[in-house]
Nanobody, 118 residues
Framework: VQLQAFGGGLVQPGGSLRLSCAASGFTLDYYTIGWFRQAPGKERDWVSCISSSNSRTYYADSVKGRFTISKDSTKRTVYLQMNNLKPEDTAVYYC????????????WGKGTQVTVSS
């Protein structure tokens, strides 16, 4: 399972960004994919995920109502639409297979930096 996150950048508070997570070598429909983030000096936290079978979505309380996760299986891509961004959303964002993260067997890519600042 190989996943690569991209689409980060610098945005002002209140702004929006859309992150993409590109999958290679496997079908998204068989995996629950999650977004995670790690702020400087903090542990990596779960942000959101979308289930493999019925595409149900789940969110951390800190982003609920502002972030939307979705996927396009034909493009093998999972998206994270982030609206009304706040400085506390500043972090490196990663995507990964939720099952391997839970089992602590996940390998992590570079992630994509999101900086929210005026």
């Amino acid at each position: 399972v190989q996943l690569q996150a991209f689409g980060g950048g610098l945005v002002q508070p209140g702004g929006s960004l859309r992150l993409s997570c590109a999958a290679s070598g496997f079908t998204l429909d068989y995996y629950t994919i999650g977004w995670f983030r790690q702020a400087p000096g903090k542990e990596r936290d779960w942000v959101s995920c979308i289930s493999s079978s019925n595409s149900r979505t789940y969110y951390a309380d800190s982003v609920k109502g502002r972030f939307t996760i979705s996927k396009d299986s034909t493009k093998r891509t999972v998206y994270l639409q982030m609206n009304n961004l706040k400085p506390e959303d500043t972090a490196v964002y990663y995507c990964n297979d939720v099952k391997t993260v839970a089992m602590r067997t996940a390998t992590w890519g570079k992630g994509t930096q999101v900086t929210v600042s005026s």
